[in-house]
């Protein structure tokens, strides 16, 4: 069983994913690769030159797996709340967590299959997304979202950033203390 399974290997998810897996949870990121971000050329990300979203959506998997997140090609079609735990069905097959992040960008679907509460987007054509409490929590329990499909601003700083602090409430609900991930220049 995984502590955190992310739909999603975008700025959203793959943000969470470095952060949760830095942590020492042990993660897994499943994505169908359909990532707008791959269509994008960013001038506006703080920190990061011009980069080109392919490249930025690369560097972000690569940061998540030096820290032992597990990368996997798939497509979340439903969760279920089985209690203790959250049961998550892909096209190929089952996988169990204790936890779930959506980040799934403009893609609602699996959302709705599992009868999680959306609704209509507030960005330009975002028409429908998950409803989430202010700290990334969705109606399901243990089931989380962030960036894109969690309604916020569609670029990549915003949804990197929201991916982070969604990752951060989580990991602080885990470990049932507030969670501060600072590395210092030595
Ligand atoms: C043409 C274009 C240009 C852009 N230019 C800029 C720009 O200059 N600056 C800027 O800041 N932003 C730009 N953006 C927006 C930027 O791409 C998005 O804001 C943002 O980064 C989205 O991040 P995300 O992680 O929420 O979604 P995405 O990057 O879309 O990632 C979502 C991921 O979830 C996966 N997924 C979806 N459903 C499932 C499922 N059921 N199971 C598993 N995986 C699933 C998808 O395959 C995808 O990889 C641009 C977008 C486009 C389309």
């Known amino acids: 069983m995984y502590d955190i399974i992310i739909a999603g290997a975008g700025p959203a998810g793959a943000s969470a994913a470095l952060f949760t897996a830095k942590a020492g949870k042990k993660t897994l990121v499943l994505d169908s690769d359909q990532s707008m971000t791959r269509k ?16 930025l959506v690369e560097t972000g998997l690569e940061q998540m797996k ?10 979340v079609t439903k969760v279920e709340d089985a209690g203790d735990h959250v049961q998550v069905i892909t096209e190929d097959g089952e996988y169990q967590a204790s936890y779930v992040l959506l980040a799934t960008g ?21 028409k429908k997304v998950v409803d989430i ?6 109606s399901m329990n243990r089931v989380w979202a962030a960036g894109t499909c969690a309604d916020k601003s569609v670029h990549t700083i915003v949804t990197a950033g ?3 602090e969604v990752a951060i409430n989580i990991l602080s609900d885990m470990n049932g203390e507030r969670y501060v991930d600072h590395d210092v220049l030595k």
Do not use: L
Not at 40 to 55: C, M, R, T
Not at 106 to 126: F, H, M, Y
């Open 66 to 75: 030096k820290f032992d997140a597990v990368h996997q090609s798939g497509k």
């Open 40 to 55: 994008a050329w960013v001038k506006n990300h703080y920190g990061a030159k011009e980069i080109s979203g392919p490249d």
């Open 162 to 164: 929201h991916g982070a």
């Open 133 to 138: 409490q202010e700290d990334g929590r969705t």
């Open 106 to 126: 403009t893609i609602a679907d699996a959302a709705e299959a599992s009868g999680i509460q959306t609704k209509e987007g507030s960005e330009p054509r975002i």
